[in-house]
């Protein structure tokens, strides 16, 4: 039997520990003949909460394509993915254990022309629930819907779904055991998403004071998606010759951003990382997005918990590094709680029990 011996302080606790890795797993028993790998502060596998592997920003993107940003995220420590939507099919990545964990979400579902191009099912409010339980089954126990888009008319951001389309489509994920989360820029998109029973708002720079009391009342989580908030200017600039109402509209839910989030987490919403990687910003991110949200007025307990231990056993992986738990750890050279930075360059990667990194 081999075995490896890590030593130092084991977060969110930080007691300091010789881990040992046997078979995969977490011990704490000794092991005489293990190996000696690493010393420093012992973090369990962090998790990208929001992220796209299989896309870019035209679509769908081949294997090997989809393999090196699975590797590209495992490499920044990033150990679990809950994908938020895909137009690959990526579920051979559950056979490949030197690729992190993934939780897919199925497609995206949107309006018809209400999405980037190629990336959703687009679809008509009436057929919400079946391309919802579509999905639930196809997915590992996520759907995400986009719930506002520009819509031309309007010129603005506008809801995708009507209320009735919305209840039956929660109705009916929760049934198939599935989890419904939604992309939402603006206002107006929110409050039938919330009443209808969601479990995750992803961005939310439209959240109101109301709002986010009814999201603590009902165990609703946020992934603000920080860095990509960070982009809603140039969103804004894009789109201003044709919509300039929906211009005007993400640079005032731009400049308003940090004090919305900064209320949700304020008043107890769940807050998770997500680095939106995929689409428009890079896989490998997590570090950054961490960074980013301790801007926000996250403590760096809350902001790394918010991509590690919290998020693990939000997304169903309630382990944490305990006794006989799978070895998904990152060790880094520095305290992250005193200097998030360190996120930056793991000194080493272990998934499944194997150093990867
Ligand atoms: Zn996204």
Known sequence: MSALRFRGPVLPDGE????????????????????????????????????????????????????????????????????????????????????????????????????????????????????????????????????????????????????ESLDAAMRVAHEHGAR????????????????????CIEHGTGLSTDLIDEMVANGVALVPTARQLGNFPGYAEAGRERFPAYADHMLALHATRREVIGAAYEAGVAIYAGTDAGGVLPHGLIGEEVLELASYGLTTEDALGAASWRARSWLGLDDNLAEGTTADFVVFDRDPLEDLTVLGSPARIVLRGNVVG
């Open 16 to 163: 300091v520990r010789d881990l040992y890795v046997v078979d995969g797993n977490v011990t704490y028993e000794r092991v005489a003949s293990a190996e000696p790998v690493a010393e420093g502060w012992i973090v369990p596998g962090l998790v990208d909460a929001h992220c796209h592997v299989g896309l870019d920003e035209n679509g769908a993107v081949p294997e090997d394509v989809q393999e090196q940003q699975a590797l590209t995220d495992r490499d920044a420590g990033a150990l679990l993915l809950r994908d938020c939507g895909s137009a690959a099919d990526t579920s051979w990545i559950h056979k490949r254990e030197d690729l992190p964990r993934l939780i897919r979400a199925g497609r995206h579902i949107a309006r018809p022309r209400r999405y980037i191009r190629n990336y959703a099912h687009e679809i008509e409010p009436e057929d919400l629930p079946a391309y919802v339980a579509r999905e639930a089954q196809r997915g590992d126990g996520w759907v995400k819907l986009v719930g506002d888009w520009i819509e031309r008319e309007a010129g603005d951001l506008a809801p995708s779904w009507t209320r």
């Open 180 to 199: 419904v989360t939604a992309h939402v820029f603006g206002e107006q998109a929110l409050p039938d998403l919330i009443g209808s029973g969601i479990d």
